[in-house]
């Protein structure tokens, strides 16, 4: 059985080992595909293993051998499952293996806004502290997060683990999903509405998947309900923002600040508007990508395989 990855660089750089998949059958490993050569590389190919490469329709239906297709993340827009499904292909994904890094790194945005360790610790080694008069000194406001709101957009796997973060720091979480969990409330997280969450939250983290219901749901309309000064985080998918909007909004001060780990195209291109705001961080992408992890997907990959050979397939995207 032919196994082929298409893109696996992202998932093991080199501090991981394929050997667990190589035990399942003949293991073609590319770090990366370009559209013109994806036919090429999977022809007489079984299994289909790809991350961001994109499987369309046209590209499946000259692939006869495959009859299987594992995406190598939990998002899985990237294969036509209509298609596949009509072509007897069985597709699958790694469901909620990142839940706790993606939770950790938007700790870390807000961590960051509210007392600018990086940027003091170059000021430091610039020789501001050296220079000072006082024994102390601070460049940005500093935030206590303590009875702080923070509203959450999407209330999955992601989304509570965050809740559990703000807990411990003493916030109240204010909760928007499209279907309430009252189960899963607590003294200290509530749900509400959209525009109470826009409107009485500190912080704004979002979780919420990219749909046609999420695509531009933060603009500058959304905006103008929040509070001035309020904080914006957002691991969920970088098309939930209107990205000239968010940056506008930072310039003018009414964002305060804002964490990104996703944006509309990626890489980022120059001409991104964020990329020049106030007070924005960007980070590439990364928020999955503790080793701790990308050994949790890499587990559940091999998983599903073995499910699929044993024909008893699990994390079926396309039923």
């Not at 994109?54 to 299987?68: F, P």
């Not at 209509?82 to 938007?106: C, D, F, H, M, R």
């Not at 360790?117 to 997060?145: C, K, Q």
Request: proline share 4%; net charge neutral; hydrophobic share 45%.
């Amino acid at each position: 059985m032919k196994i082929v990855v298409l893109d696996g660089y992202t998932l093991n750089p080199g501090d991981m080992s394929w050997s667990g998949i190589e035990q399942l059958g003949e293991l073609v490993v590319y770090d990366r595909t370009p559209v013109d050569k994806i036919l090429e590389r999977i022809d007489n190919a079984e299994i289909i293993l790809t991350n961001k490469v994109v499987l369309t329709k046209e590209i499946l239906q000259k692939a006869s051998s495959v009859k299987y297709i594992g995406v190598i993340a939990t998002g899985y827009n990237v294969v036509d499952t209509a298609a596949a499904k009509e072509l007897g292909i069985i597709v699958t994904n790694v469901p909620a293996y990142s839940t706790n890094s993606v939770a950790q790194l938007v700790f870390a945005f807000i961590l960051e806004l509210c007392h600018h360790v990086g940027e003091h610790n170059r000021a430091v080694r610039d020789g501001a502290w050296t220079n000072s008069v006082d024994f102390t000194f601070w460049n940005y406001p500093l935030i206590e997060l303590a009875g702080k709101t923070l509203g959450i957009v999407g209330f999955g796997g992601i989304g509570q683990a965050t809740a559990r973060i703000a807990e411990a720091f003493g916030m109240n979480v204010i909760v928007y999903n499209r279907t309430k969990r009252p189960e899963l409330e607590t003294d200290k997280i509530k749900f509400k509405e959209l525009e109470q969450v826009l409107s009485q939250s500190d912080f704004i983290s979002l979780h919420c998947p990219l749909t046609d219901q999420t695509k531009g749901l933060i603009n500058k309309d959304s905006i103008t309900k929040m509070k001035d000064g309020v904080f914006l985080i957002n691991t969920s998918r970088g098309p939930v923002l209107v990205e000239q909007d968010v940056a506008d909004a930072l310039n003018s001060g009414k964002l305060a600040g804002v964490g990104l780990d996703v944006v509309s195209m990626e890489p980022i291109p120059e001409n991104n508007p964020l990329l020049k705001a106030k007070n924005c961080i960007i980070t590439p992408h990364f928020a999955w990508a503790p080793i701790e992890a990308r050994t949790r997907l890499m587990d559940t990959l091999i998983k599903n395989i073995r499910a699929f050979v044993d024909n008893k397939p699990v994390n079926v995207v396309n039923k």
